[in-house]
């Protein structure tokens, strides 16, 4: 019971590092957006 318990959570965790990249990178993507709207808002404003 004890082991199968660990392998599962070893199991979640790897599936969650797995997916930290990807997570980055979409945050990256869409961080990235917004400051484009906003650069253009002002280059529009000016």
Same mark, same amino acid.
């Given at each position: 019971?004890? $082991?199968?318990?660990?392998?599962?959570?070893?199991?979640?965790?790897?599936?969650?590092?797995a %997916? $930290?990249?990807?997570?980055? $990178? %979409?945050?990256l993507?869409k961080?990235?957006k917004?400051q484009?709207?906003? %650069?253009? #808002?002002e #280059?529009?404003?000016?």
């Open positions: 019971m004890g $082991v199968e318990k660990a392998i599962t959570f070893l199991n979640k965790g790897n599936a969650i590092f %997916w $930290v990249p990807l997570l980055r $990178v %979409w945050l993507k961080v990235c917004r484009m709207i906003e %650069w253009f #808002k #280059k529009d404003g000016k």
